[in-house]
C-alpha cells in the first residue's frame, strides 16, 4: 500500500488512530504531523472493535454474530469474478478515508489534524446553508475551516469517493490535477476515521448525508436477514427510504427551502443513492428532488417516482452509448452491459454527461438559494472489488473520475460563478490490497458457515440463517434453534475466534450492551 507501513504492523497503527484522541490543530499546509499514539495492547484493540460495531447496531437489523479478520485477511463469496477484494474490517486500508473542502470564498485552506468522521459532514454543509440540525446528528462542524466572514456560496457540491483509500492523494498530481488542486488549495482532515463496523457503502453514505451514528439513523448493513419472510433484505427494500431513520441533509435544506432550491442525488445502487436524496415527497411536508439511481440490468437511470423526481432527459438517456463508440473495450477489459459498464472508468464519464446536463437545465446556481448536489462516484469501488486498489484498472479510473470531476466542477463555477461554489470530497470506505501479498489469504463464507454447521448443527445445517454479504461481517443465526442444540451465541463466537485468520468475534448480546453503554 502507498504511504503505509507493512501490514503485519496494521493492527498497531489502526490502534492507534481509532484512539480518537483529544487535541489536534490547524498546521501549514507541507508541515509533517505529529506521530500517532501507539496501542500494542490487543485487548485494547478488541474494546474498540467492540464499541465500532456498537456505533453501528440496531435491534432487527444487526445480526447476531459480528466478526473481525486478522489484518491482510479477506472475505469472499465463491466464484464471483468480480468481487476478489472486500472490504468492512476496522483495519487501516478499510477506515482511512479522505475528506476534504473546497471553496475560495468559503473554506479556510490548510490542513487539519483534530479527528474527523463522515458525520461530519452534514452539520458542517447545514452551517454553511445556515439550517438547524437536528439531535440526531452526533457529527460535529469543521468550523476550524470555516471563513468568518464567508460569502453565502450558490451551489454546494458532496461528492462521496466510493471505496478511495487516504493513498488515493498519494497519487502524481499529473494523474489526479482536479482532486490534487482540491487538496492543495482546500481544507485537508488528516486524521479522518470510518468510527463504525462493517465499514460499508450503505452505513457510509447514510452517516454522510444524516450526521448521525449507524444506530441512530437505521442504516447498519448492506444486506439484512428479514426473520419473518425468511430471506435477505438490503437496507432500502422496494426502493424506499422508510428504513432511514433520521433525517439528511437533503431533506432539511429541502423543507427550509420549500421546496426552492434545486437538490440532486445521483448515484448507482439504492444504497448509496437513496441516502444521499433523502425521504423526498415520502416525508411529511417534503419536497421531491431530483434522485438518479444507475441500474445495470436497464443500463440507465431510474428513480422512485413516489418520493423523488428523473427529469426526461436523463431517464431517456441510455448507456450503451458508451461502449458502441469504442468498439466495447476499456482497456483490456470488455465492456457490453450495465454491469461490466461500472467496472471501467467510461462509466464516470456517462455519470458527469448526465449530472453537467442537469446542472445546465436545472438553473443551477442562478439565484440566492443555494443549491445541493449530493453525488456517488461508484466506479472506484468496483474496479478495486475486481482488481485491487493497485491495479493499473484502478489507476485507469482514477484518472477518469478526476476528469469527470473537473467536467463537473467548471459547470458549477459556469454557473453559479467564481468563488461562489463549494466542494465536499469525502469517501465511504477504503479497501484492502492483494492478500497474498502479505502473507494473508481469500477465505470464503461457504467454507465457514459449513464449518459452523459441521460443528453445532450437524444433523440439518439450519442454526446459521443467512451469511451472503461478505462485507458485512455479521451472521444472522437461529438463536431459539441454537439453544435447543445447547448451545449459546459464545459457543459461536468462541469458536469463530479461534480460527486463525479471525481477530475477533463478538456476540449480538455483548455488542448491545456496548451500545447502551
Given at each position: ?8 504492523s ?20 507541507g ?11 490487543r485487548?485494547?484493540?478488541?474494546e ?6 456498537a ?17 491482510g ?31 475560495p470564498?468559503a ?9 474527523a468522521?463522515q458525520r461530519?459532514v ?15 446528528m452526533?457529527?460535529?462542524?469543521l468550523?476550524e475551516?470555516?471563513?468568518e466572514d ?11 469517493l ?6 488515493l ?19 485537508w482532515?488528516?486524521q ?40 435477505p433484505?438490503?437496507p ?7 428504513s ?7 431533506d432539511?435544506?429541502g ?33 421531491a428532488?431530483i ?34 463508440r469504442?468498439?466495447?473495450?476499456w ?5 457490453s452491459?450495465?454491469?461490466t ?21 436545472e ?11 449530493l453525488?456517488?462516484?461508484k466506479?472506484?469501488?468496483?474496479v478495486?472489488?475486481?482488481?485491487g486498489?493497485?491495479s ?15 467536467r463537473?466542477?467548471?459547470?458549477l ?8 461554489v463549494?466542494?465536499v ?9 492483494e ?8 477465505h470464503?463464507?461457504?467454507?465457514l458457515?459449513?464449518?459452523?454447521h ?38 459461536i ?8 485468520f479471525?481477530?475477533s468475534?463478538?456476540t449480538?448480546d ?8
Amino acid at each position: 500500500m502507498v504511504a503505509h507501513p507493512p501490514l503485519l504492523s496494521c493492527a498497531v497503527r489502526v490502534g492507534a488512530a481509532l484512539a480518537v484522541l483529544a487535541g489536534g490543530a490547524c498546521r501549514p499546509a507541507g508541515e509533517p504531523a505529529e506521530p500517532a499514539p501507539v496501542v500494542d495492547d490487543r485487548r485494547q484493540l478488541e474494546e474498540r472493535f467492540l464499541e465500532m460495531f456498537a456505533r453501528a447496531y440496531y435491534p432487527g437489523r444487526s445480526g447476531q454474530i459480528m466478526l473481525v479478520p486478522e489484518p491482510g485477511e479477506v472475505m469472499l463469496e465463491p466464484d464471483d469474478p468480480f468481487y476478489r477484494f472486500m472490504h468492512g474490517s476496522p483495519w487501516e486500508y478499510d477506515v482511512e478515508i479522505p475528506l476534504l473542502m473546497f471553496g475560495p470564498g468559503a473554506i479556510r485552506p490548510g490542513i487539519y489534524d483534530a479527528p474527523a468522521t463522515q458525520r461530519d459532514v452534514a452539520p458542517t454543509v447545514a452551517a454553511l446553508l445556515g439550517v438547524p440540525t437536528p439531535v440526531t446528528m452526533s457529527g460535529r462542524v469543521l468550523s476550524e475551516a470555516l471563513r468568518e466572514d464567508a460569502e453565502p456560496p450558490r451551489a454546494i457540491l458532496v461528492a462521496v469517493l466510493d471505496g478511495a483509500r487516504l493513498d488515493l492523494f498519494d497519487r502524481p498530481a499529473s494523474e489526479l490535477p482536479t482532486l490534487s488542486r482540491l487538496k492543495s488549495e482546500g481544507a485537508w482532515f488528516a486524521q479522518t476515521m470510518v468510527d463504525y463496523l462493517p465499514s460499508l457503502t450503505s452505513v457510509g453514505h447514510a452517516s454522510i448525508a444524516t450526521g448521525a451514528e449507524p444506530r441512530v439513523h437505521g442504516v447498519v448493513a448492506n444486506t439484512m436477514f428479514d426473520h419473518i419472510a425468511g430471506r435477505p433484505s438490503g437496507p432500502f427494500p422496494g426502493v424506499s427510504p422508510a428504513s432511514l431513520s433520521a433525517l439528511t441533509i437533503a431533506d432539511l435544506w429541502g423543507l427550509q427551502t420549500h421546496g426552492r432550491a434545486v437538490i440532486i442525488a445521483q448515484g448507482t445502487t439504492p444504497r448509496a443513492t437513496i441516502p444521499l436524496g433523502g425521504h423526498g415527497r415520502c416525508l411529511v411536508n417534503g419536497h421531491a428532488p431530483i434522485l438518479a439511481m444507475f441500474d445495470a440490468a436497464s443500463a440507465r437511470w431510474l428513480t422512485n417516482e413516489d418520493c423523488y423526481r428523473l427529469p426526461p432527459y436523463v431517464a431517456d438517456d441510455r448507456a450503451g452509448r458508451m461502449w458502441q463508440r469504442s468498439g466495447g473495450r476499456w482497456l483490456d477489459h470488455e465492456v457490453s452491459d450495465g454491469r461490466t459498464l461500472l467496472r471501467s472508468g467510461w462509466f464516470t464519464e456517462f455519470q458527469a454527461d448526465a449530472l453537467v446536463s442537469m446542472i445546465e437545465r436545472e438553473a443551477v446556481g442562478r439565484d440566492d438559494i443555494v443549491d445541493l448536489i449530493l453525488v456517488n462516484f461508484k466506479s472506484l469501488d468496483y474496479v478495486a472489488h475486481r482488481w485491487g486498489p493497485d491495479s493499473d484498472e484502478l489507476a485507469a479510473a482514477a484518472t477518469d473520475l478526476d476528469r469527470a470531476l473537473g467536467r463537473i466542477l467548471a459547470a458549477l463555477t459556469s454557473a453559479a460563478g467564481a468563488g461562489r461554489v463549494v466542494v465536499v470530497v469525502v469517501s465511504d470506505h477504503g479497501m484492502p490490497g492483494e492478500p497474498t501479498a502479505s502473507g494473508a489469504e481469500r477465505h470464503y463464507i461457504t467454507d465457514l458457515v459449513d464449518d459452523l454447521h459441521a460443528r453445532f448443527d450437524p444433523d440439518e445445517a439450519r442454526i446459521v440463517q443467512y451469511y451472503g454479504d461478505p462485507a458485512d461481517y455479521q451472521i444472522f443465526i437461529d438463536r431459539e434453534r441454537l439453544e435447543g442444540l445447547g448451545f449459546t451465541l459464545a459457543d459461536i463466537a468462541d469458536h469463530i475466534a479461534a480460527l486463525p485468520f479471525i481477530f475477533s468475534a463478538y456476540t449480538e448480546d455483548e455488542v448491545a450492551a456496548a451500545s447502551r453503554r
